[in-house]
C-alpha cells in the first residue's frame, strides 16, 4: 500500500507565493516519477508539472517561468514551488507518484488534492 499525501495550499493574493509539498510512503521499491496536476471547477484535471528520476522536468505552458518542481529523493517528496500566482491558477492541486512495490507491480498513485485559491 502507498499513501501520498499533499500540504501547503491555502489562500493566498495574486501576485503571491506558495509552496506545496507532497510525501509517498508505504511499501515503496522505487519510484520513477512524480508530478502535480490540477483541476478547476468545471474544467477537467491537467498537468501542471512532473519530474522523472533523472531529474528531467515537464511543465504546463500556463505555468512556465513561474513554477519550479524539485524533489528529494530520499524522502519520496517533491515539491511545487509556485510564485506570481494568478486568479485562473486557483485549483485543487493533486500530487501523483509513480512507483513499484514489492508485489512487482508499477503503478500511479494520487494524493487527496490540496485547495489553491488566489484571490484578485
Known amino acids: 500500500q502507498v499513501q501520498v499525501v499533499e500540504s501547503g495550499g491555502g489562500l493566498v493574493q495574486a501576485g503571491g507565493s506558495l509552496r506545496l509539498s507532497c510525501a509517498a510512503s508505504g511499501r515503496i521499491l522505487s519510484i520513477s516519477a512524480m508530478g502535480w496536476h490540477r483541476q478547476a471547477p468545471g474544467n477537467q484535471r491537467e498537468l501542471v508539472a512532473s519530474i522523472a528520476s533523472g531529474g528531467i522536468t515537464n511543465y504546463a505552458d500556463s505555468v512556465k517561468g513561474r513554477f519550479t518542481i524539485s524533489r528529494d529523493r530520499a524522502k519520496n517528496t517533491v515539491y511545487l514551488q509556485m510564485s506570481s500566482l494568478k486568479p485562473e491558477d486557483t485549483a485543487v492541486y493533486y500530487c501523483?507518484?509513480?512507483?513499484?512495490?514489492?508485489?512487482?507491480?508499477?503503478?500511479?498513485?494520487w494524493g487527496q488534492g490540496t485547495q489553491v485559491t488566489v484571490s484578485s
Open positions: 501523483n507518484t509513480d512507483a513499484l512495490t514489492p508485489s512487482g507491480a508499477r503503478s500511479l498513485y
